[in-house]
Structure formats: C-alpha cells, structure tokens
C-alpha cells in the first residue's frame, strides 16, 4: 500500500455480493466490462456487470425516472433530480437527454460498429416508445449500410448463422409471403425497432425492397413484344426516352412492373409463362397486362384508358373504326347497322408475322 492509498475493511457482507455491486454507486470504481464514449459528447455508454442496465448521472447512480434495457449510460448533461437525489425529474432537460441521446446513437451506428450491434440488440428486445427503439431518430440514410450490418448482426445472435440472407418484417406486414420468392429468411422484429431500420436506409418494407431489386436488375435488351410495348405506353406518354421503357431479369410474382419517378423510367419483370402458351418464344400475351399495370403505377400525368386501349389494340393488329358492313332492307327505307370490329383476323395464307396477329403464329 502506497503512502496515498487508503485500504477500507468492511466485515459481516454476504459473500454472494459481487465487488461491482458493491461499490456501484459511483461509476468507475469498479471499471465496467466495456464502454464507449463519441468525442466530446456527455454520453457514456457501457455493459455493466450482472444483468442489470445501470443509469449514472454525472458518474452518481439513479434508480429510477430513465428506461434501459440492456446498455448502460453515464449521462454528464443536466438533469433535474428528485430531492432524495435518486431519480429523475420529468421536465424539458429530460427531452433534452433523449435528444442527446439520439444524436449519440445515430453517431455510434456510423462510427462504432462494436457499439452498433449492441445498441441494435437492445433496440430490437425493447419495443417501448421510451427505449432506446423509441428514442432514436436517425438524421437520414447516409449510415444506411452501418446500420444495417448492425442490426443483421444482432439478430444471427438470436438466429445463428443460416444459409438464407435474412430480412426484418413486422407483424403487420401483408407481403411477407413475397420473402419467400426472394430467398430471405423472414425475421419478426417490433415496430419500434423496423421504425428505426427504414429511417436509417437498412431495410425497406417488403414489397418496397422487392421494387428496388427490380429496379436494381440486369436489363433485356430485345424480347417480344417489346416494341408493341413501347410504341403503346409513347403514344399516351410522347415525353417518354424509348430506351427508358425497360424489361429486367426479375422473375418474381411481385412487382409486374416499376415506375422510377425521378428517372422517367418504367422497369417490367420478365414476362411470365404464359398459360396458354407456355413453351412459345413469340407469345405476346403478357403486354396487354403489362401496359394496364404500368398505366395503375404512373405516377405523372393521368392516362387516358380509352387512348391507352386504342393504340394498344393498333399495335396489336386490330381495327378500332366503325365499319359500315351490312345493309337490311326495312320496306320503306334502308338503313344500315354499323359494326365494330376489335380486331380484324386475316386468312391464314395472309399472316406474316406474329404482330399482325399473335394469335395465328401459336397454333
């Protein structure tokens, strides 16, 4: 023992208490098993022994007024404590905490990655509006893939390792049949823990993600009926770049088609089988769908169904005028009954090409 070293003996203690019970009151006498600190900020978080999260201000214990569930915190701002100096005030500087407290988590998702998965794993088994879940506001989406490593991390803690990518859904979500199709192991998380995931850019909901993959898939470059398909969707939609209207190599039931607002572009999946054509390369069935989707997901200008329809019917080879094709006789005048045609069939010996009549060319 050094000359300014004091050694206090305290008899008659129960021998199943801990040293880091004991002398918990005030923090780092005993040090705590891990902490981090952002630069220059009054938040201190740390793993304290035992199974219970410890809440300090200014390095003195609180037992109550602040919610933790996993991570400890040593708060250095300004508090208002209680009389007895045991608890927490709720006033403005207690908003003012959990801004702080925001800020400095947002902060460690970014640049602390050890921090990160345990704030992420207190997050995703705390669904409280005053847990960490509930107080974290992330600034945007510029630490998305921080975030996002952190919390899959935290959940293979639960998970294990799998062979299937795993991906976020909560309780109320009605696509997560579509996890499924896209080779993702579904993992049920609380609302306030998804709250975080989509604001910080990690994850999307479901059927959102699914649109990016096909946004994000490689382009086909000729396929039939491509052509019909543009020329249809140009003549509603005349400002449309040709090149923008797009099929991709997404196979999935979900989404048949996706309009990038801010690209002017329109992506299509790769048409499915056909089934009453399912091993014909020319069948051109699947436009007439694709060009009703797409006219359901455009976001612009309103179109016309009826000249949507007309043209599509043109391109197909049809015949939308009115023709005047039988007379009767009436007695006292004739007067003849118009006939409208939707699509005018030719002789077998006349078809030359599926264009002309797509119908033909399949039998």
Known sequence: VREDEVCITVTGLNDTLRPEYLFSATFGII????????????????????????????????????????????????L??????MGVVMDHKLDRYRRELSLNMDLAF????????????????????????????????????????AFEAAMLREFKPLSQPIYPYTEDDKD??????????????????FQVMRKSGAF???????????????EIEFHTGLEELRATLLSVLPHLPREN????????TYPLVVWDAEKKLFAFAHPPACEMHPVHARCLCWIGPAV???ARVYTGSTISNQELWRTFAIQMGGNTTVKLTTMIQTGVHSCFFPLTVAK??????QVSSPVNNPISTLA
């Open 31 to 78: 040090p705590p098993l891990r902490q981090w600190r952002i630069a220059k900020k009054d938040v201190i978080f740390f793993l304290a022994a035992g199974d219970q999260p410890r809440f300090y201000h200014r390095d003195q214990y609180i037992q109550y007024g602040v919610r933790l569930n996993k991570i400890s915190v040593n708060y250095h701002g300004n």
């Open 80 to 85: 208002t404590l209680s009389p007895d100096r």
């Open 110 to 149: 970014a640049t602390l990655p050890d921090l990160a998965v345990e704030l992420a794993a207190d997050i995703l088994t705390d669904d409280h509006s005053d847990s960490f879940a509930g107080m974290l506001d992330p600034a945007g989406n510029a630490a998305a893939d921080k975030y996002r490593e």
């Open 176 to 193: 997560v049949d579509l996890l499924l199709q896209l080779g993702l192991h579904g993992v049920l998380v609380p609302h306030y823990a």
């Open 204 to 218: 999307l909901p479901i059927a959102d993600y699914a649109r990016a993959l096909l946004l994000q898939s490689p």
């Open 245 to 252: 209207i797009t099929i991709r190599a997404y196979d999935k």
């Open 292 to 294: 009703s989707e797409a």
């Open 344 to 349: 005018t069939i030719p002789a077998a010996d």
